[in-house]
């Protein structure tokens, strides 16, 4: 059980750390649009480098953590995620599956309401501008904590 609680935290603060990074990225790239539109000097774009040296430390902890889980023995797909499927026997399987069908289902029923969500951004893109960056991580996030709620039974 603490073992699934950890991966979901980690799953989640993953997202959130990709999040992050992405809008530093789009902030970089508006900025670079702006240069593009007025190609007049002087130029100048900021980029905190922060974010990315972050995700590339944390990426390299994750990757030892659960590239050599359970005592080396049994090796796990860096890119598994969520980071945890518990099938050691068929009821562990069964309850995954149905975790999985869970989660499954979750995501028919957020993908519409975000892209609801999503055809309201040009009201307020002024105010929050990586709103469409975090409604797709949202969608993950909803998937991951729906999975992790259903498989704790194992």
């Not at 992050?20 to 000097?41: C, E, G, H, R, S």
Request: proline share 5%; with cysteine; charged share 15%.
């Amino acid at each position: 059980m603490r073992s699934s609680i950890f991966s979901m935290i980690l799953s989640i603060f993953t997202l959130v750390l990709i999040g992050w990074v992405l809008a530093t990225l789009y902030d970089a790239y508006t900025q670079f649009a702006i240069i593009m539109k007025n190609p007049t000097p002087p130029w100048e774009i900021s980029l905190s480098i922060w974010p990315f040296l972050i995700l590339v430390l944390y990426s390299i902890l994750l990757y030892f953590l659960y590239r050599y889980k359970k005592n080396n023995k049994e090796k796990i797909s860096i890119w598994l995620f969520p980071l945890q499927f518990s099938e050691g026997d068929e009821r562990e399987r069964e309850i995954s599956g149905e975790a999985c069908r869970k989660a499954f289902i979750s995501t028919w029923i957020s993908v519409p309401i975000a892209a609801s969500a999503l055809v309201l951004y040009p009201l307020f893109a002024e105010q929050f501008r990586h709103f469409p960056i975090f409604i797709v991580l949202l969608i993950l996030i909803i998937q991951i904590l729906t999975y992790f709620f259903h498989i704790r039974k194992i």
